[in-house]
């Protein structure tokens, strides 16, 4: 290799040297190729080679090296002549370990300040040549593989591999591979093979059993370098033959029998063992059954037991010992994969007798629904049960009897099974459930253990019309005015069909005032047909059921002094104060008499005038401490008459009893009266329900509280008005009235307040 060599400076001339100056010029570095054998036996330092710098001729040169193998790890490996430049290994080279070093080569000018490089710095490439010093090595051991026993030629197993430490581009590392043995040798020694250089194992001949031969191989495999002629090892292949499903499951016998007993579903007939040779609880050796032919009409089933080595039978549906005693079957056995190779089905014939045992009787049909009226007579046949006894070849005689009567209402022929009546049936008893009564009939034979069988009786118990309907209100209530329909309550207890739609008809004197309706929803409606006064009104019906069955009975209807409906009807009740003490009863005595002297006094004023004798102005009965005045003030029809005067005359003011009658006459002079009779309810003048009577508002009743009230009094007498016409003798009254001190002041203005009386009491 040459290099340009630097211009160096001016130094002094060495020893020896002409004085001047040096010229630059090309240096050169000498290093030729270095290469070294590995595991060199030496001896040690030995020489690698020289270095040489072309300054060495002009200058004394000094030589170094650095890096891996010199002054770095590992230290010391190579050292170089200072002086002479020659390069020295100093131990035995690995190539495994280290392939080549690089070292760095260089060279100082001897004698200069800090030893002047003398050229550029060089690198050394020592290469170690390999040598075949290593053996093959097996990557694992053993090497596992596994065949199947029906594999064809050539089928690979698996792979062997070696490795070798030295130089692969040399055949120093170049492995080949090859059987030493096979064990065991069976059917031959030559069972497999391998591929010298992959190192694949394959199978190299048939015969592979696993069931009657061998069921794993064991191969010894040499690994050599230098292709097989160098340094050798040895290997271990295990080969395991895998089960293939080239034995058929077998029967352990050809013929097998079984019994089972008759009617019975699901019971064990035979069990059929078999065996395979292939490898058990696998799938090459799971067995599957079928029944190929002796079972047309299906009442056997046949399935593999917990063991998967066996096949059990068992029946699919009951067996009639009568029909059919013996059946004979086929029955064949397979794996569930599918046979490797052609293989023979294996078969087995079954023999099934079928055992007689007591069957219960038949009862056709087991369930009966009738439909019997609830006023059947006693004794009479509703059904009859008929059962079969299926037991041909055995003679028995068939009875009945009731399993369940909850009622008791039935009874059954021992051995005819009809069903007869033996209590009425009830439709509303509790024993009937969804409209149905339930009894079961029970039949069996006369076995030494009888066979039974039971049959359901449903009977539907048809209703009869034998309830008259019933009216639930016995008392109801109307307003006078506007009376509102009140709705009748009907029961029945018979049932649709039987009950209603109701009809009711009002008997003898009720039809006069009263009326019934049916709105469209089927409700039955009672309201006055007219005009009915306050009281109590016993009132006749008759309510007929949709098949005309009747009920008569009576209705009390209460008319009471309200308006619309009748939700504040009450009956009059004592007062309270009724129970005070006789002081109180003198105290109201004494107060009607101090009221009475002025009344008396005005009458005989009046008489004096000429007029025609009159009843007295207040007639008072004692009840309580209520006040009746009769008389009320005329209302616009009085005075839209012009010129006409009417006067209310009412022969009782104070009337308490409901036999009394107010008289009222009205008037248009003097001398033109005409009579009406008002009824009233209750100690009340009512003149507004009276259609003859006119005007319609001429009497209003007012109830006097008493002495002590908080209310003033609605008397007519204080709310008149009197007229300037008054004349002397009520002036004279009132004067008198007003002189007897603050208890007649009330009294005397009656008299002086202008108002027009027109009105005269007889």
Request: negative net charge; glycine residues 6%; aromatic residues 6%.
């Amino acid at each position: 290799v040459h290099h340009e060599e630097p211009l160096l400076p001016s130094r002094p001339p060495l020893s020896g040297e002409k004085s001047g100056n040096l010229r630059c010029k090309k240096r050169d570095w000498v290093i030729p190729p270095i290469s070294f054998p590995e595991n060199d036996r030496g001896p040690f330092p030995k020489a690698v080679v020289q270095i040489h710098s072309s300054n060495a001729r002009e200058v004394t040169i000094l030589y170094k090296i650095t890096g891996p193998g010199a002054d770095l790890p590992p230290e010391g490996v190579f050292t170089i002549a200072r002086r002479t430049g020659v390069l020295y290994v100093n131990e035995p080279l690995d190539r495994e370990r280290t392939q080549q070093y690089k070292l760095t080569a260089h060279a100082y000018v001897a004698g200069t300040e800090e030893e002047r490089p003398a050229e550029a710095p060089m690198e050394v490439v020592i290469k170690v040549v390999d040598q075949n010093d290593n053996r093959p090595t097996c990557s694992k051991d053993p090497f596992v593989g596994d065949v199947s026993e029906t594999a064809v030629l050539d089928h690979p197993v698996t792979r062997v591999s070696a490795l070798d430490d030295d130089d692969p581009a040399t055949e120093n590392g170049v492995v080949r591979y090859s059987i030493v043995r096979q064990d065991p040798q069976l059917p031959n020694a030559e069972m497999f093979s391998i591929n010298a250089v992959s190192g694949v194992v394959s199978v190299a001949s048939v015969g592979l059993d696993r069931e009657v031969r061998v069921p794993a191989y064991k191969l010894i495999i040499k690994a050599a370098d230098l292709e097989g002629r160098g340094m050798s090892t040895s290997c271990t292949a295990v080969i395991t033959v895998t089960d293939s499903n080239d034995h058929a499951p077998k029967f352990s016998h050809q013929t097998y029998t079984g019994s089972v007993e008759e009617n019975v579903v699901g019971a064990v007939v035979a069990r059929l063992p078999v065996t395979d040779l292939d490898q058990p609880f696998t799938a090459q050796s799971a067995t599957v059954y079928s029944i190929v032919t002796g079972d047309q009409r299906g009442v056997f089933n046949i399935s593999t037991g917990p063991s998967g080595m066996e096949g059990i039978i068992t029946t699919a549906q009951a067996l009639d010992f009568e029909q059919e005693r013996r059946f004979t079957l086929l029955v064949a056995v397979k794996n569930r994969l599918p046979f490797a190779v052609p293989l023979r089905t294996s078969t087995a014939t079954v023999s099934v007798i079928v055992e007689d045992v007591n069957e219960p009787p038949v009862l056709m049909p087991e369930e009966r629904q009738l439909t019997v009226p609830e006023d059947l007579q006693v004794g009479s046949v509703i059904t009859q049960f008929r059962a079969k006894d299926p037991d041909t070849d055995r003679h028995q005689a068939v009875r009945y009897r009731l399993l369940e009567d909850p009622a008791g209402w039935l009874e059954v022929g021992r051995d005819t099974g009809l069903v007869m009546l033996r209590k009425t049936m009830l439709r509303g008893s509790a024993y009937i459930r969804d409209g149905k009564y339930r009894a079961i009939v029970l039949a069996h034979d006369d076995d030494v253990v009888p066979a039974t069988a039971t049959g359901t009786l449903l009977i539907h118990v048809r209703d009869v019309n034998d309830h008259a309907p019933q009216l639930e209100e016995q008392i109801v209530q109307f307003c006078v005015l506007d009376p509102v329909p009140i709705p009748l309550t009907i029961t029945d207890g018979d049932g649709p069909g039987n009950a209603g739609p109701f009809t009711v008809e009002l008997q003898d004197d009720a039809r006069v005032n009263w009326t019934v309706s049916t709105n469209p929803a089927g409700a039955v409606l009672l309201k006055p047909r007219r005009f009915v006064v306050p009281g109590e009104y016993p009132l006749a019906l008759r309510v007929y059921d949709a098949g005309m069955l009747y009920w008569d009975g009576p209705l009390l209807a209460e008319v009471c002094q309200c308006s619309g409906s009748a939700l504040t009807c009450t009956r009059p009740v004592p007062s309270p104060r009724q129970s005070h003490a006789p002081l109180a009863y003198a105290a109201i005595v004494l107060a009607l008499v101090i009221l009475l002297v002025p009344l008396l006094l005005l009458l005989f004023l009046r008489r004096t005038r000429g007029h025609k004798p009159t009843a007295p102005l207040v007639k008072e009965v004692l009840r309580g401490h209520l006040m009746d005045y009769r008389e009320e003030g005329g209302g616009e029809d009085d005075q839209v008459r012009t010129g006409v005067s009417v006067r209310v005359l009412c022969e009782s003011v104070f009337s308490l009893y409901f036999e009394h009658v107010c008289v009222c006459r009205y008037m248009t002079s003097p001398s033109s009266r005409r009579p009406c009779t008002t009824p009233r309810f209750g100690n009340l003048c009512v003149v507004e329900g009276d259609p003859i009577a006119w005007p319609f508002d001429t009497v209003r009743v007012f109830e006097y509280e008493g002495q002590g009230s908080s209310c003033g009094s609605l008397s007519s007498l204080q709310s008149s008005s009197l007229g300037e016409d008054q004349d002397q003798d009520q002036d004279q009254v009132s004067q008198l009235l007003a002189h007897w001190g603050p208890a007649f002041r009330k009294l005397a203005d009656m008299y002086t307040d202008g108002r027009d009386t027109r009105a005269e009491w007889v």
